[in-house]
T-cell receptor
């Protein structure tokens, strides 16, 4: 158990809809990163939040956005869902921006139909 | 371009048959190299961090090593419960964030 919890665990959405995924970071961790993992692939970095500010972004369009709250929990929002957004979305928390030894949650499986 | 390549993509071993997984990387400066284990449908589980060439770390039947261009995950006398996908990731030195660049993983199956 890493102490990083994500909700929901599974979700089915229709193309064009919007979705919000949630992550509670491990106690004492102030940095949260989000990753997208397509089937059979390694995770891809979406963005990182440090002390409520976005601190780095991967190659994802603006319809992927996020928030971090004062308790360091985080949300990932995806607008105008596309079929290719179907994936496992992973949240990782770490004690600092350097992300040394980041710990992952169990993920949210999003299916877009 | 920063890149991580893992080989083989899949590996089948008999219980007790030792082997190694490879992770080759190209990165602009290396802050750290990470190994994770991932079971189907679950999030990656942290195993090791390596920071400099020549460094080695061990945990039970697993041993990770690092050179300037690659890392190996050695599995000694594996058991069926070691079956999983093993992911390698690097943290580029050029980035001031914690961005990790992952390989595609090696799926290990250990048969009893």
């Amino acid at each position: 158990e890493t102490g990083v919890t994500q909700s929901p665990t599974h979700l089915i959405k229709t193309r064009g809809q919007q979705v919000t995924l949630r992550c509670s970071s491990q106690s004492g961790h102030n940095t949260v990163s989000w990753y997208q993992q397509a089937l059979g692939q390694g995770p891809q970095f979406i963005f990182q939040y440090y002390r409520e500010e976005e601190n780095g972004r991967g190659n994802f369009p603006p319809r992927f956005s996020g928030l971090q709250f004062p308790n360091y929990s985080s949300e990932l929002n995806v607008n105008a869902l596309e079929l290719d957004d179907s994936a496992l979305y992973l949240c990782a928390s770490s004690p600092s921006q350097a992300n040394t030894e980041a710990f992952f949650g169990q993920g949210t499986r999003l299916t877009v139909v | 371009e920063d890149q991580v390549t893992q080989s083989p993509e899949a590996l089948r071993l008999q219980e007790g048959e030792s082997s190694s997984l490879n992770c080759s990387y190209t990165v602009s400066g290396l802050r750290g190299l990470f190994w994770y284990r991932q079971d189907p449908g679950k999030g990656p589980e942290f195993l090791f961090t390596l920071y400099s060439a020549g460094e080695e770390k061990e945990k039970e039947r697993l041993k990770a090593t690092l050179t300037k261009k690659e890392s190996f995950l050695h599995i000694t006398a594996p058991k069926p419960e070691d079956s999983a996908t093993y992911l390698c990731a690097v943290q580029p030195g050029s980035s001031n964030t914690g961005k990790l660049i992952f390989g595609q993983g090696t799926t290990l199956q250990v048969k009893p």
